[in-house]
């Protein structure tokens, strides 16, 4: 079976998304039901899973914003030789 890097990086990009997502709505969750039986109430857990829900969007919005932005510095270090080419063509004093 062929090593393929770029199929493992994915594989463990996901998982790293769903923990981002699951362990904030469980710990909030499992705090919730904590205080609900402590102070005999009955709406904590779904307060407390709607908090971990957004806590978890939030991580999961982060952590994507910071691999877009590692790719796009990434690309543009590569990139980086053919722009700079065009562009002293553009500006060379024989044309």
Not at 20 to 43: E, H, I, R
Not at 72 to 81: I, N
Request: proline share 2%.
């Amino acid at each position: 079976m062929k090593f393929n890097r770029s199929v493992y990086q994915a594989l463990s990009m996901i998982g790293q998304f769903g923990i981002n997502m699951l362990v904030p709505v469980f710990m909030c969750s499992f705090l919730g039901m904590f205080l609900d039986k402590k102070l005999g109430t009955d709406f904590l857990i779904v307060i407390g899973f709607f908090v971990g829900a957004a806590a978890g969007g939030w991580n999961v919005f982060r952590f994507a914003r910071r691999i877009y932005e590692r790719e796009a510095d990434q690309s543009s270090y590569l990139h980086k030789g053919r722009r700079g080419r065009s562009d002293e063509r553009k500006n060379h004093p024989d044309q």
